[in-house]
């Protein structure tokens, strides 16, 4: 998926309020195919548990907890 498409689907994410802070440091993101945890560790890297992320080292979920985190910074 190409960057831009990523952001703009974790921009939608958080608009229809699927992205759940669950403590300091990891949130629930409800996408399409599942429900999966991201995890941001002291540094502010995150970390998913989606296939894609597994495989590709970024997704949708993971940018959406980035976006928010940085607007609520
Ligand atoms: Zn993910």
Redesign the pocket.
């Known amino acids: 998926m190409p960057i831009d498409k990523m952001i703009e689907k974790a921009q939608k994410l958080l608009n229809d309020r699927r992205v759940e802070q669950i403590s300091h440091s990891t949130w629930n ?1 409800i ?1 399409d195919h599942g429900t ?1 945890t ?1 995890a941001m560790d002291y540094k502010g890297k995150v970390a ?1 548990n ?1 296939p ?2 597994q495989s590709k080292g970024r ?4 940018a959406a907890v980035v976006i928010l985190t940085k607007i609520h910074r």
């Open positions: 993101v996408g999966y991201v998913c989606c894609g992320f997704c949708s979920h993971s």
